[in-house]
């Protein structure tokens, strides 16, 4: 059974969706964790993870960019006041992302935040600084 558009009864034309030309990648060497990029995620990919401080993990919060949510908006970087989020070429993001995580770089896995239940992520890290 095809879709119908009800204001035009015609079937709807769903559209394929392309890959974006770039990708947003967080250096969080330079992160401060003021989660500003996330007010301005509109596809809510940017996610908060714990500090590289095991005892104590919610002093520094750290963001991170799920990539296979990103659709290279370019807003996160431009309201980022610590220019530490960068627009770069699709297939070089996968690179550099892996690099300029403070996880990879201690040898650990850490999970993102995970948002409250039915709550966009954007909202609840605020909940959750509040």
């Known amino acids: 059974m ?6 035009y009864d015609k079937p709807i034309q769903l559209r394929k969706t392309r890959r974006p030309k770039q990708l947003a990648v967080i250096n969080q060497a330079g992160c401060t964790g ?3 990029c996330i007010d301005f995620c509109p596809p809510d990919c940017i996610l908060v993870v ?3 401080d095991p005892e104590n993990p919610t002093v520094h ?3 991170e ?3 296979t949510l990103c659709i290279g908006c370019t807003l996160c970087a431009k309201y980022c006041p610590w220019e530490t989020i960068s627009m770069l070429e699709f297939n070089e993001a996968y690179n550099k992302a892996e690099e300029w995580t403070i996880r990879t770089v201690l040898g650990e896995i850490v999970e993102p ?3 409250t239940a039915g709550a966009p992520a954007r909202r609840a890290a605020h909940a959750e600084a509040e």
């Open 61 to 63: 919060k750290l963001v």
């Open 50 to 52: 714990p500090g590289p």
């Open 113 to 115: 935040v995970p948002a």
């Open 65 to 67: 960019v799920d990539l």
């Open 2 to 7: 095809a879709l119908k558009d009800p204001k």
């Open 34 to 36: 003021c989660m500003v």
